[in-house]
């Protein structure tokens, strides 16, 4: 039987590369995005003319608008196999330069739009007693760098739902996978999707030219090595349909997808899984 898949932020960047690769693979689709009849409806009719994909209206900020999604899916095709957390905006500046209502908007995406999509998909994967939750988060997401940490903050906290979720939800046969990417140039790093960035110039004025530097200086590494191992996107596309096909069980918890990190992502990986296990360990307790 074919997978219903339900892909969230599909109107770009890796949402709509996945979205396309999954189809041709012969797995309905089902491609969630915001203004399907406004700013986005030149790529909603795109999308709705490929054979296997279905385009629904998603805001993930909004409860109603991720309910209101997730029941016509199930009205329509009865099931929902495989949840794609993929929408998410990007940002950048100091941490003290963020006001906290912006630092609230950029969780309320990259965060809760991810709680919201569990709560309303989760109630008919235990039905089924079984399911897979692909979570895109970050190659940074177990140790933060400068100028990202608002950002990262939020992925940390998809990291947790996805550990923590993966245990908790074992026994229903549902699966949670993180897929970790490295540097793309999506529409995310290129600069042509506005991100969530510091709103207060005046402390980004008190911290000077070493800060503006350190800034830059990160900025050049990201897009040098990016050019360098000539990054495809279709790469991380490929990588959930890897994951879609993995049999039940047997899918990994993380899943990096960079080769920039030259398989260091997963030697922290690994290391942390070792170290969780050896704490569990002297508290006594197994997973």
């Known amino acids: 039987m074919s997978k219903t898949i339900f892909i969230t932020g599909t109107s770009s960047g890796f949402g709509k590369l996945t979205a396309l690769t ?9 491609a969630a995005m ?31 608008s991720v309910q209101t999604a997730v029941q016509q899916t199930l009205q329509k095709y009865g099931r929902i196999d495989v949840l794609i957390n993929n929408a998410a905006v990007a ?34 994967m235990r039905a089924n007693r079984e399911g ?27 990291e947790s739902i996805t550990e923590g979720s993966q245990d908790e939800l074992r026994s229903f046969g549902i699966d949670n996978v993180s897929i970790q990417p490295g540097v793309y140039p999506t ?12 709103d207060r110039p005046e402390i980004v004025a008190a911290y000077g030219e070493t800060a503006s530097n350190a800034f830059q200086a990160l900025g050049t590494a990201f897009y040098t090595k990016m050019t360098e191992f000539n990054m495809n996107p279709q790469a991380v596309a490929d990588g959930i349909l890897k994951l879609v096909k993995m049999e039940k069980g047997h899918r990994p918890l993380r899943y990096p997808i960079d080769v920039i990190a030259q398989g260091t992502d997963q030697e922290f990986i690994d290391a942390r899984a070792a170290i969780k ?10 997973l």
């Open 34 to 64: 915001r203004g399907t009849t406004g700013k986005n409806a030149d790529v909603a009719r795109e999308l709705s003319a490929v054979p296997n994909i279905w385009v629904i209206e998603l805001d993930v900020t909004n409860n109603a």
């Open 132 to 158: 897979l939750i692909i979570n895109l988060t970050s190659g940074a997401s177990g140790f933060t760098v400068p100028f990202m940490i608002p950002y990262l903050i939020s992925k940390f906290g998809v």
């Open 187 to 198: 529409e995310m790093n290129n600069g042509s999707k506005p991100g969530i960035n510091g």
């Open 22 to 30: 999954l189809a041709k693979a012969g797995y309905t689709v089902i």
């Open 277 to 286: 296990t050896k704490w569990l360990q002297k508290y006594g307790y197994s």
């Open 91 to 124: 940002g950048y500046g100091l941490l003290e330069s963020y006001s906290l209502e912006q630092i609230g908007k950029m969780l309320d995406v990259n965060l809760y739009g991810v709680l919201r999509t569990y709560q309303a998909v989760l109630p008919s």
